[in-house]
């Protein structure tokens, strides 16, 4: 889905992009995805942590990642104006989001989709 939404590099989470990245977003709720995410960015870049529940951080070598001023964020940290700065960037891209809207009669059927990932992108109840 990433590539269709025109990601230009997509990748495991053990895996570097081509090039240093000034930012990176993780969604998943892993500690070893932060890790990745900071070994693969320049220096002054930001990680920002988009999971509301994480797992353990493992152990990692301080001057080798976060030396540099690199930063890490969470969405308890995040500010309004971090969201504005990143809804403008996703505009300038284009980026639309894909959804499915179930109507609240068919709530049961949206959390199914959810909970097996049946859906291409975000399933929203509407009244």
């Known amino acids: 889905m990433a590539a269709s939404l025109g990601a230009t ?3 495991k989470e053990d895996e570097k ?3 240093e990245l000034d930012r990176a ?3 998943a709720p892993s500690g070893k995805v932060v890790l990745s995410a900071l070994a693969s960015l320049r220096k002054g870049g930001v990680v920002a942590i988009n999971a509301i529940h994480l797992d353990q951080m493992p152990a990692f070598d301080y001057d080798k990642l976060l030396w ?8 308890a940290n995040m500010t309004r104006q971090d969201a504005r700065d990143f809804l403008k960037i996703a505009h300038d891209l284009n980026i639309r989001p894909r959804v499915t809207a179930f109507p609240l009669e068919n709530a049961n059927q949206a959390l199914l989709a959810v909970k097996d990932e049946t859906e291409d992108g975000s399933a929203v ?3």
Do not use: A, C, L, N
């Open 9 to 11: 590099w997509i990748g």
């Open 25 to 27: 977003i993780t969604f």
């Open 68 to 75: 540099g001023e690199r930063q890490i964020r969470s969405v």
């Open 17 to 19: 992009p081509p090039v």
């Open 125 to 127: 109840i509407v009244p």
